[in-house]
């Protein structure tokens, strides 16, 4: 018996919530992080995003600021991007610097 089977790229992932989502929210389950692309209605199955460049909100204000390169958190309390590890998960990497007073930072999916 083979130890693995493919079964597709994995730009996405199956996921069935148990309340609806709206295209555009982060979902977190465990250490994994996605985006829904499209509305999923609650008990239907539907696909996030693991893969990918979003932009994503992140606080205004002095010392929010997001450089490149720079490894992005997701606050799901506050459901903003960070750059603070501690209580959040990893989301993925700056691809555009934000300024303080950007609403968004975009951040390329990596898990």
Known sequence: ???AI??????SIDYTPAAD???????VQAD?????????????LG???????????KALGAGTAIAVGAVVYWD???????????GNKQVG?????AS????TVRVKLSQ
């Open 1 to 3: 018996m083979a130890q």
């Open 6 to 11: 493919y079964v597709h790229e994995g730009g």
């Open 21 to 27: 989502v709206a295209a555009g929210d982060v979902v």
């Open 32 to 44: 994994l992080v996605g985006v829904a692309k499209l509305d999923i209605k609650a008990g239907q």
């Open 47 to 57: 696909a996030l995003a693991v893969d990918g460049v979003f932009d994503f909100a």
């Open 76 to 86: 799901d309390a506050a459901n903003q991007a960070t750059t603070t590890a501690t």
């Open 93 to 97: 990497k700056c691809v555009r610097a």
């Open 100 to 103: 303080d007073n950007d609403a």
